[in-house]
């Protein structure tokens, strides 16, 4: 058995507070058959479907505790001793540039999702790692995968960079990869989300979630309807591929960046009529906002109830202080539903925002303080 920096592998077991991370044993192969007869498991993981017996006792009688190349391991609860997951530690090769990195990866079964397994399993393995000479490791997981990303924020990795096209997916497809690290010198803390979570929440009539994948038909006919393009700052159509990457990128924004995108929906019916836009920038607790509805959905106040709603939350959830919002000064619909949220008109500055033809229009500015305790 070979053994990385004088630690031997075989046999080698790693303990937390609530779990083991040992060997994988031939008697595994069966749980993991089960685990993965649920399909949900391969949404992100690049694994065969349907799941075989043989696909199971590939994975148990993996190769790469022997080769010194990975710790790779059965995650069993302490109590139980059921198997609940897998967390391998890839290790660099010899000679290779970046010699003393590696990467952890991780899956845990739906039947224990958002119980912590992956974020302790993980930091079980960095501090294995960093205590036995690695000076970096990263997380990589696909750019739509937000379970993912916040278990390696939560174990103390930093968000650093979306890889073009260096993951595999299912099918042989090749996908982008949001890239986490975690240096030996950096704080073994979990480094805090750009956003908390957001609802949903409706007054009945229209409802406010979080934007997914899956909306990007919304996102990509908000930003082409033609009053859209009317009071926008370019005469350019938004692509469905771009469509495509702002709703896979929404949730991963959210969590470590200063833009927040939001749906608006039909309360009665679910479907998206339009989007809300969140970004800090400035000064601490200024969040500005952009809004735009579909033109099947005006006239109807769906825009104000938004706003409203997304207001309520702010001041309730958040430490924001101030909101605000600007549109073009012959935009009246738009500034009619910031008067109707209880937006304050505050001014109008001259010249600022461009039109599609390379003109410039005032702009209107308006705000929303937090209200006195």
Not at 109 to 132: I, Q, Y
Not at 248 to 256: K, M, N, T
Not at 349 to 365: I, M, T
């Amino acid at each position: 058995m070979a053994d990385w920096n004088g630690v031997e592998f075989e046999g080698l077991v790693l303990h937390s507070g609530r779990l083991t991370l040992r060997p994988w044993q031939p008697g595994d192969a069966a749980a993991v058959q089960a685990v993965m007869a649920d399909e949900r498991m391969h949404r992100h993981l690049p694994l065969p479907w349907p799941y075989s017996a043989e696909d199971a006792r590939g994975l148990v009688t993996e190769q790469g505790r022997a080769a010194g190349s990975r710790l790779d391991c059965a995650i069993a609860e302490n109590t139980s001793g059921r198997l609940v997951g897998s967390a391998t530690l890839q290790l660099p090769s010899p000679g290779a540039g970046g010699a003393d990195s590696a990467e952890i990866g991780y899956w845990v079964a739906v039947a224990d999702w958002g119980r912590g397994f992956a974020t302790e399993a993980t930091r079980t393995l960095a501090r294995f790692g960093f205590g036995n000479g690695l000076i970096r490791i990263r997380i990589r997981c696909e750019v739509p995968h937000v379970a993912s990303a916040a278990v390696a924020l939560r174990a103390g990795f930093g968000f650093e960079s979306i890889s073009r096209a260096s993951l595999r997916g299912t099918g042989g497809s090749v996908l982008d990869a949001a890239v986490f690290a975690r240096t030996a010198t950096d704080p073994d803390e979990p480094v805090a989300v750009s956003w908390p979570v957001f609802g949903p929440v409706s007054d009945g009539v229209v409802t406010v979630r979080p934007v997914g994948p899956h909306d990007w038909p919304v996102l990509l006919a908000e930003a082409n309807n033609d009053a859209a393009r009317q009071w926008g700052f370019s005469d350019e159509r938004v692509t469905e591929a771009q469509a495509r990457d702002r709703a896979g990128r929404a949730g991963l924004d959210r969590l470590v960046s200063g833009q927040n995108w939001l749906l608006i929906c039909d309360a009665a019916t679910g479907a998206g009529a339009g989007i809300l836009t969140l970004r800090r920038f400035g000064p601490p607790g200024v969040v500005a906002i952009g809004y735009g509805v579909l033109p099947e959905f005006r006239g109807r106040g769906f825009t104000a109830r938004a706003l409203a709603l997304l207001a309520g939350w702010a001041f309730r959830r958040t430490q924001i202080v101030r909101l605000e919002l600007g549109c073009k000064a012959g935009n009246v619909a738009s500034a009619r539903a910031a008067l109707a949220a209880g937006f304050v008109q505050e001014g109008r500055r001259a010249g600022r925002l461009r039109n599609p033809d390379g003109s410039y229009s005032d702009e209107l500015v308006f705000g929303l303080v937090r209200p006195p305790a």
